[in-house]
């Protein structure tokens, strides 16, 4: 059984930083990409981040390219979503996401860690 756990979530004044990691288990790890996701209140869920299976190669979103950074860890079964410069509108719920190398999409999640950044 696929399970993703976050943590690193928590309140943080504009800004600050926080780390978000996620641990991964039930999957081999190092033949899925990774990803972060977010959803703010009354929004959809929104790609934030991604990194294939080897750390080469990452994506952001544009709204956080430049403050956040996606890595990795195979040997750990972990990703980890370092997030400086932070913003109001930063603030949801960021969830883990994995897929398998064939999956265009991602079919794992993980529960969610709020994130919530004041002004």
């Known amino acids: 059984q696929v399970q993703l756990v976050e943590s690193g979530g928590g309140l943080v004044q504009t800004g600050g930083s926080l780390r978000l990691s996620c641990a991964a288990s039930g999957l081999a790890f190092s033949s899925h990409y990774m990803g972060w996701f977010r959803q703010a209140p009354g929004k959809e869920r929104e790609f934030v981040a991604d990194?294939?299976?080897?750390?080469?190669?990452?994506n952001y979103a544009d709204s956080v390219k430049g403050r956040f950074t996606i890595s990795r860890d195979n040997a750990k079964n972990m990703v980890s979503l370092q997030m400086n410069s932070l913003k109001p509108e930063d603030t949801a719920v960021y969830y883990c996401?994995?897929?398998?190398?064939?999956?265009?999409?991602?079919?794992?999640w993980g529960q969610g860690t709020q994130v919530t950044v004041s002004s």
């Open positions: 990194i294939n299976t080897s750390g080469s190669t990452t």
């Open positions: 996401a994995a897929r398998p190398i064939w999956r265009s999409s991602f079919n794992y």
